[in-house]
C-alpha cells in the first residue's frame, strides 16, 4: 500500500512524499506552485539520491526508539513508524513543512488555543527526567546525543502565556529537561548559547526554566517569525538532511564535506561562518557537534547558515566520549587542535589560511574574555570547571 505525506512550505503547497510497498520514500514537487527545494538534497532540478526523502522524514523525527515511544504514546498511537509519526506531529516540525495525510491545509479559522498549565508543563519535564534508560550503554564511552539525553518538547507563547503547539499554533520554544544525574547540564547549555551570543558567531536566547518544583533548559526556535500574534515557520534543514544522510550517519559526515558542501552549493562565506560555528564548539568542549547540530535556512533569496543551538560543553561529562565529532585537521581532541590543524584543514579543503587563522584566533581571544560573564548563572564551582575547560582550549590561540 502506497501511504502519502503532503507538505506545505511557510504555507504554501510544496508537494507530496510517498512510501511505497518497497519501502522507497520519494518525494514529487508539486508543477503549479513555486516554492523554494526543501532541502539541498532534494533538489527541484536533477535526480535526489535513493534515500534522500527518506532520510529526510527520518531526521524530523528522534534518533532512538524510546522516545519515539514516547512520543506514540503522548499520540495515542501504537506504533513508532515513521509516516504514522509525521502523521499525527507533521504539523509542528523543524523548519517551515508542514505535513499531513490530508490534501488540504489545516487553516487558523477557528484559531485552537490549548492552554498548556504549569502544572501540565512540570508533569511533562517530570516524566522526561524520570525516563528509566541507561545513559552509558556500553564499556565504551557513549556519544552525548546517543545516551538518552535528549527527550525534549515543544511549546507556543502567545503573549505571555504558554500552549501546546499544533498545526496551526507554531511552537515557539523547545523545552529539554535534563537528566538528574548530569548536574548543571542546563544551566550549563544556557550559559554556552550566551557565549555564542556574546562573542558574535550568533546563538537564539536560552535560559533555565522553574516551573513549579521543576526546571528545565528553554531555548528559543530560531525557525520561527514572532513579528505576529501567532508565530510563522521559516524554513530550516540540518546539515544531514541537506546531504541525504540518515540519522544514523550523522558521526560519519567530516568537516571537509561540509565545507565542500557549502563552498558548491551555498557559497564560500557560508564556509567560513562554518569554520567559525565549528570552531566555537571546539573550544568550548562539544565534542558531540555532529552533522545534525549544524542547520542551513532556506529562505526565497538564499541559504546561510543559523544560528547555533544544541551546544553543550561536553567535557564537563568526562564519562562521555570525548573524541571530536568533526576532526579538526586530524586532531581527535578539543586541547590537541592548534592552529596547525585549522591551517592544515584549510589546505585540504582549499579555504584560505590567513582568513581560517584570522575567524579562529579572533574567536578565541573574544570567548577568553567574554567567558567570566557569561558563567555568572552557573553554581561556583561547576562555573570554575568551566571556565578552566575553554581557557585550555583557547589561551594557545591569543
Do not use: C
Not at 567530516?254 to 565542500?260: E, F, L, P, S, Y
Not at 562539544?286 to 567535557?315: F, Q
Not at 576532526?327 to 582549499?350: D, M, N
Amino acid at each position: 500500500m502506497t501511504r502519502t505525506l503532503h507538505a506545505w512550505l511557510e504555507g504554501v503547497y510544496a508537494g507530496r512524499f510517498t512510501r511505497d510497498s518497497t519501502g522507497l520514500v520519494q518525494f514529487q514537487y508539486h508543477t503549479v506552485t513555486s516554492t523554494p527545494s526543501i532541502s539541498l538534497s532534494l533538489p527541484r532540478e536533477g535526480k535526489p539520491s535513493r534515500r534522500a526523502a527518506g532520510n529526510f522524514l527520518e531526521n524530523l523525527l528522534p534518533d532512538h526508539l524510546h522516545i519515539r515511544k514516547q512520543m506514540a504514546d503522548a499520540y495515542g498511537i501504537e506504533t513508532t513508524d515513521t509516516f504514522d509519526l509525521l502523521e499525527v506531529a507533521g504539523g509542528d516540525v523543524a523548519g517551515g513543512l508542514l505535513l499531513s495525510a490530508h490534501e488540504v491545509q489545516p487553516t487558523a479559522d477557528p484559531l485552537i488555543l490549548d492552554p498548556a498549565t504549569d502544572g501540565d508543563i512540570a508533569a511533562r519535564i517530570a516524566a522526561i527526567k524520570r525516563t528509566p534508560d541507561a545513559w552509558i550503554g556500553s564499556r565504551s564511552p557513549a556519544r552525548f546525543s546517543l545516551a538518552g539525553t535528549q527527550g525534549k518538547f515543544a511549546l507556543s507563547q502567545v503573549g505571555e502565556e504558554w500552549y501546546w503547539s499544533n498545526a496551526t499554533v507554531p511552537s515557539t520554544h523547545i523545552l529539554k529537561p535534563a537528566r538528574p544525574n548530569l548536574p548543571g547540564l542546563e544551566a550549563a547549555e544556557a550559559a554556552a548559547l550566551g557565549l555564542a551570543a556574546e562573542t558574535g558567531i550568533g546563538a537564539p536566547p536560552a535560559q533555565v526554566l522553574r516551573i513549579k518544583d521543576q526546571t528545565t533548559y528553554v531555548v528559543e526556535r530560531f525557525d520561527r517569525d514572532r513579528s505576529g500574534q501567532i508565530a510563522a515557520r521559516i524554513h530550516t534543514e540540518d546539515l544531514a538532511q541537506a546531504m541525504g544522510k540518515g540519522p544514523d550517519d550523522k558521526y560519519g559526515v567530516t568537516a571537509a564535506q561540509v565545507i565542500q558542501l557549502l563552498r558548491q552549493r551555498v557559497g564560500i562565506d557560508a564556509a567560513y561562518a562554518f569554520i567559525g560555528q565549528l570552531a566555537f564548539n571546539t573550544f568550548i568542549g562539544n565534542a558531540d557537534a555532529h552533522a545534525k547540530n549544524y542547520s542551513l535556512m532556506i529562505r526565497p533569496d538564499g541559504i546561510s547558515l543559523t544560528p547555533m543551538y544544541d551546544i553543550v560543553p561536553v567535557g564537563l561529562y568526562p564519562a562521555f566520549d570525548q573524541k571530536l565529532a568533526m576532526r579538526i585537521g586530524g586532531a581527535q581532541r578539543a586541547p590537541e587542535v592548534g592552529l596547525q590543524h585549522w591551517r592544515k584543514l584549510a589546505r585540504t579543503t582549499s579555504l584560505d589560511e590567513e582568513r581560517v587563522d584570522t575567524i579562529v584566533t579572533g574567536l578565541a581571544r573574544s570567548i577568553a574574555e567574554a567567558i567570566d560573564s557569561t558563567t555568572l548563572g552557573l553554581e561556583p564551582a561547576q562555573a570554575a570547571r568551566l571556565r578552566e575547560l575553554i581557557h585550555r582550549n583557547v589561551d594557545r590561540f591569543s
